[in-house]
């Protein structure tokens, strides 16, 4: 059991929906992160929370809006989506933001779908 | 420039034999870390291995060790006595240090390199 848990695991929605993505980790980390892995690109890195303050948004469009209430927990809130937003979402989290060797921990992810 | 290259997009192994999985990355820190994921095909990404660049002894995990050739800039994978479980993507990562204290450890991955092992 993975201590990156992502909700829900499959989501399917209209372009103008609007939906969440809703992560939570049992790790005790202080830095939360949002990826995005397209097909055939590598995974790209979209925010970064670090004790519950954004501290990276890698040029994210804004119908892409991130919350992180607490340390324990990130949602990625979805509106207005486009189809080639179509992709899977990773949750991740380490212990601290510095330092190279924390490792991050990834979620199942979320497989999103625009339709 | 790309700053993790898998140069093998697919490789295959006959169960119980070896494997070694490419990776060359690219950075001008002194302070980095390398990381190898795998992903089944659910999705989710597991952590392997790390191998910090002032480690001097290659890192191993059960039957994963980390080739690092630090001059060279590589960090390949092996896999030792391959598992039908093992066959999933694997990616190559690799966390720089600090880029002004504003890098906050985000990951930068590879392509990846489909990996099937045969009964």
């Known amino acids: 059991e993975t201590g990156v848990t992502q909700t829900p695991r499959h989501l399917v929605m209209g372009m103008t929906n609007k939906k969440s993505l809703k992560c939570e980790q049992h790790?005790?980390?202080?830095?939360m992160y949002w990826y995005k892995q397209s097909a055939k690109k590598p995974l790209e890195l979209m925010f970064v929370y670090n004790f519950k303050e954004q501290t990276e948004n890698n040029s994210v469009p804004s119908r892409f809006s991130p919350e992180c209430p607490n340390s324990s927990h990130l949602f990625l809130h979805l509106h207005t989506l486009q189809p080639e937003d179509s992709a899977l979402y990773l949750c991740?989290?380490?212990?601290?933001?510095?330092?190279?060797?924390?490792?991050?921990?990834f979620g199942e992810g979320s497989w999103l779908t625009v339709v | 420039a790309q700053k993790i290259t898998q140069t093998q997009p697919g490789m295959f192994v006959q169960e119980k034999e070896a494997v070694t999985l490419d990776c060359t990355y690219d950075t001008s820190d002194q302070s980095y870390g390398l990381f190898w994921y795998k992903q089944p095909s659910s999705g989710e990404m597991i952590f392997l291995i790390y191998q910090g660049s002032y480690d001097e002894q290659n890192a191993t995990e059960g039957r994963y060790s980390l080739n690092f050739q630090k001059a060279r800039k590589s960090a390949n994978l092996v896999i030792s006595a391959s598992q039908l479980g093992d066959s999933a993507m694997y990616f190559c990562a690799m966390r720089e240090n600090n880029a002004g204290g504003t890098s906050y450890g985000k990951l930068t991955f590879g392509q990846g390199t489909i990996l099937t092992v045969h009964p």
């Open positions: 790790l005790g980390h202080n830095a």
């Open positions: 991740a989290s380490s212990q601290g933001n510095r330092g190279s060797g924390n490792t991050i921990y």
